[in-house]
């Protein structure tokens, strides 16, 4: 009987450093992975069906599920996807508002995978500073929308209501105080020598390889690919606004480290010209068959009343067509494509989510490596499985 030279070993679903209901099958020479298979379908929730049983504006709350740690980025994907398929035009205050809490989420979400990813490879303090951090954004977002991991702010034509009084005094204090905090984060890593050790060198991932697995956000930019869908095909007025796209050179763990520290830098600088440029005027556009009323007229006008429950419980008839709308969110490139038949729901909704083509190229990075370096190649590429097994 011929002698078995590698062993076949499950990492996950419950895996606390596969960040989700992720199974990876490992196949191993002593330390050394031969062969790595994700196994997805453990979270699978069917969203995209669920989608073609509700109105358009049902579907938002269904969004927020997809990244839990980035729904605004969600939310916005969505309504601009809808809103295309319609030809609305959106107040530019409303679209300045929108960027700046999806900037917000941005660095939210980026704080989650700096503390979770550190934390896989040994080191404890970062998380506590990230949360400390996150939660002054979603004391923000809780300010504005009402909720804190899934806000549903967004709407279909605009936003539901404006920014409260004491809103964007609360951004001014978290732009004025972030710089000091990232500080303090490389401070802490960047010339640590062993999160050096766990990370330069480990899951390379050259350019060729990024593009042909069609990776996306930092995972691609870490690769020396310069591609960002803010800057390629501009949304929501991000023409308007003065920002870099960093970029990497090795393509490996430590370089996709930077590019999200950057990342959030670049973010903040954002959000600050969105506080210093908010301009007055409306935040839902003049479309009185898709847009829902204001509470106030609700309250007080039988005809935006009748108006609020027609389109609250029939929806509103779209053209008939097909539309894609792509954003940049947290993760890379994330895409809403809806099929109408004319009706109130999507004939078809089918989203691009930037973590299930992320991690088509785990295989191609942890191959030939330690099984060490899976935990830090995980982190590297920040999934979340509820865009995966949508």
């Avoid at 309504?79 to 989420?105: D, T």
């Avoid at 060198?201 to 390889?209: C, I």
């Avoid at 089918?350 to 785990?362: C, I, K, Q, T, W």
Wanted: charge should be negative; proline fraction near 5%.
């Amino acid at each position: 009987m011929a002698e078995q030279k590698t062993m076949t070993i499950n990492m996950g679903p419950q895996h606390p450093a596969t960040h989700g209901v992720l199974r990876i099958v490992l196949e191993l020479d002593g330390e050394i992975i031969r062969k790595a298979t994700p196994v997805l379908g453990h979270l699978h929730r069917g969203i995209e069906k669920l989608a073609e049983a509700k109105t358009y504006h049902q579907c938002i709350p269904l969004t927020d599920r997809m990244d839990y740690v980035n729904a605004m980025g969600h939310n916005l994907g969505y309504v601009l996807a809808v809103e295309k398929l319609l030809g609305v035009e959106i107040p530019v205050r409303a679209q300045y508002v929108r960027v700046m809490l999806a900037e917000l989420q941005r660095i939210a979400s980026h704080l989650i995978w700096l503390g979770t990813h550190v934390l896989d490879l040994g080191a404890t303090t970062p998380i506590m500073y990230c949360f400390r951090e996150r939660e002054a954004i979603l004391r923000i977002f809780e300010e504005v929308a009402g909720g804190r991991i899934t806000p549903t702010y967004f709407r279909i034509g605009g936003l539901p209501r404006d920014l409260p009084d004491g809103a964007v005094d609360l951004v001014r204090d978290f732009v004025k105080d972030f710089p000091r905090r990232i500080d303090d984060y490389e401070a802490l890593l960047t010339q640590n020598v062993i999160f050096q050790r766990r990370t330069k060198g480990v899951g390379v991932l050259s350019a060729e390889d990024a593009i042909n697995f069609s990776v996306t956000g930092p995972t691609l930019r870490g690769s020396g690919v310069s591609y960002d869908v803010r800057k390629a095909t501009p949304y929501s007025r991000y023409e308007d606004f003065d920002f870099e796209v960093p970029v990497g050179e090795k393509g490996d763990v430590f370089d996709r480290y930077l590019v999200r520290m950057e990342e959030m830098r670049q973010s903040r600088r954002i959000v600050e010209q969105v506080v210093e440029n908010l301009p007055e005027g409306p935040i839902k556009a003049d479309a009185p068959q898709v847009v829902l009323p204001d509470k106030e007229d609700v309250e007080t006008r039988i005809d935006a009343l009748i108006r609020h429950f027609k389109i609250g419980f029939e929806g509103f008839q779209t053209p008939v067509g097909e539309v894609f709308q792509s954003v940049e969110a947290s993760k890379g490139e994330l895409g809403y494509y809806i099929v109408s038949d004319g009706g109130n729901k999507p004939f078809r909704l089918r989203v691009r989510a930037p973590s299930f083509a992320n991690l088509s190229a785990l295989p191609k990075m942890i191959e030939g490596q330690m099984i060490a370096d899976v935990i830090a190649t995980i982190g590297s590429i920040d999934i979340v499985l509820g865009e995966i097994d949508r």
